[in-house]
């Protein structure tokens, strides 16, 4: 159990750019969840795959925000047009669906958005 | 819409002595809460988790309590030690296969020598 690993842990970029980060779930973990975390805020969820399947994505920030994870395995989170408020800490967690109906998740160390 | 409500942001005890971190939610179809702990530049840890069938739940140090007509929740760190000192999140998921975990704000605990 290697945990949950993003990439990259610090991400600054102008306003106006695109960005992706990546997020390598425990490997047999097949549910992966992105949340944002502001100042002082507890994280904020923004959607979840089980599998390759997108099953919520209702709680996204706006359509500049989407979310893939095409084989099942990592998965990339992209913001388009970078706005001032779209700096957060965006962190990735995963968990396994099997064991019972509430498997803890478990989340990587996040990614540090910077919005210059 | 805050569901989940951590109204002390920082919490100091006494090594040794009981740390109690309190919850409030107001939605009252949640029906699993947790606890994380969050170290500086470091991810939420997972540390305990009651249902919503249940009113306690203990796990070495931790217990955490459920009183379901108040909708609160406690975490209870007995005995204290330095190492406890972290940001502590509440967390509550509503239904079996939804996966929408809601957050309160975090209570920051010191635990002094």
């Known amino acids: 159990d290697t945990g949950v690993s993003q990439n990259p842990r610090h991400k600054i970029t102008k306003r106006g750019q695109n960005v992706t980060f990546r997020c390598d779930p425990i490997s047999e973990h097949n549910r992966l969840y992105w949340y944002r975390q502001t100042l002082g805020q507890g994280p904020e969820f923004l959607t979840y795959?089980?599998?390759?399947?997108?099953?919520?994505k209702s709680r996204l920030l706006s359509d500049r925000f989407s979310a893939e994870r095409p084989k099942g395995s990592f998965s990339t989170l992209e913001i388009q047009r970078t706005e001032q408020g779209d700096s957060a800490m965006y962190l990735c967690?995963?968990?396994?669906?099997?064991?019972?109906?509430?498997?803890?998740?478990?989340f990587g160390d996040g990614t540090r958005l910077s919005i210059l | 819409d805050q569901q989940v409500k951590q109204n002390s942001p920082s919490l100091s005890v006494q090594e040794g002595r009981i740390s109690i971190l309190n919850c409030d939610y107001t939605?009252?179809?949640?029906?699993?809460f947790l606890w994380y702990k969050k170290y500086p530049a470091e991810g939420p840890t997972f540390l305990i988790s009651i249902s919503s069938i249940k009113d306690k739940n203990e796990d070495g140090r931790f217990t955490v309590f459920l009183n379901k007509s108040a909708k609160h929740l406690s975490l209870h760190i007995v005995p204290s030690q330095p190492g406890d000192s972290a940001v502590y999140f509440c967390a509550a998921i509503r239904g079996r296969n939804n996966n929408d975990m809601r957050f309160g704000a975090g209570t920051r605990l010191t635990v002094k020598p």
């Open positions: 795959f089980q599998n390759e399947a997108q099953l919520e």
């Open positions: 967690a995963s968990s396994t669906a099997t064991g019972g109906p509430y498997q803890p998740q478990h």
């Open positions: 939605n009252s179809m949640f029906d699993y």
